[in-house]
């Protein structure tokens, strides 16, 4: 089956650092890696996607992620984090052994301080 | 191109009362999720519709759960009767196939209050 981890519930950090926000994956075959964002009151927005190819993949708002196959991981990040970074990320993954549907894990929520 | 369109937005409503939410999805677009989202929770898929077929619904609590997509296009979610632990956000979503490699885009979601 397919699932993803989010092992921190909570991401800090100060504006202007750098941030790093944790996923693994645990998956048969190839996998297909999603990050999402959920501000307040708002539907999940979608950042960026892990199909195939380089193992860095660019995303919306300067967000980035990295895929690293010997350590399962699709870890999330920014150079230089801002204020309005702060919101709830969800790492997903695609059931190519079922219907496609995307599967989430239990979300991190960051926070940005000035 | 106009989002993913959920009605109502809000909603609170008595244990055993019913309630429905309305979807909308982007124009063309096949497949249509519903995903229910517990406070502190990642989304979890209740129904996935292909067109107005039902490809997934095997965590859909259908002794209270109902859902329908009509023609293919709008959705509806019925819960009936409703239970305290049915509080959470209902979100939407919809993708031009189910093999999309674009994601999904969601709605902005229906928040349920039962009491």
């Known amino acids: 089956a397919q699932s993803v981890a989010q092992p921190e519930d909570q991401v800090n950090v100060a504006e202007g650092n750098p941030l790093t926000v944790k996923c693994t994956y645990s998956?048969?075959?190839?996998?297909?890696l999603f990050w999402y964002v959920q501000y307040p009151n708002r539907g999940l927005q979608f950042l960026l996607k892990y199909i195939t190819g380089d193992n860095l993949v660019k995303g919306s708002y300067g967000f980035e992620a990295e895929f690293n196959k010997s350590q399962t991981s699709f870890h999330l990040k920014k150079p230089s984090a801002l204020v309005s970074d702060s919101a709830l990320y969800f790492c997903?993954?695609?059931?190519?052994?079922?219907?496609?549907?995307?599967?989430f894990g239990t979300g991190t929520r960051l926070q940005v301080f000035p | 191109e106009a989002g993913v369109a959920q009605s109502p937005r809000y909603k609170i409503i008595e244990k055993r009362q019913s309630v429905a939410f309305w979807c909308n999805p982007i124009?063309?677009?096949?497949?249509l999720y519903w995903y229910q989202q517990i406070l502190g929770q990642g989304p979890k898929l209740l129904i996935q519709?292909?067109?107005?077929?039902?490809?997934?619904d095997s965590q859909l609590p259908k002794d209270r759960f109902s859902a329908e997509r009509l023609k293919g296009v709008d959705s509806t979610l019925k819960i009936q009767p409703a239970k305290l632990e049915d509080s959470a956000v209902y979100l939407c979503?919809?993708?031009?196939?189910?093999?999309?490699?674009?994601?999904?885009?969601f709605g902005s979601g229906t928040r349920l209050t039962v009491v």
């Open positions: 998956v048969s075959g190839n996998p297909y």
């Open positions: 979503a919809s993708s031009l196939d189910h093999w999309s490699s674009y994601g999904y885009t």
């Open positions: 124009s063309g677009h096949a497949t």
């Open positions: 519709f292909q067109n107005n077929g039902v490809v997934d």
């Open positions: 997903a993954v695609r059931d190519v052994d079922s219907t496609d549907k995307l599967i």
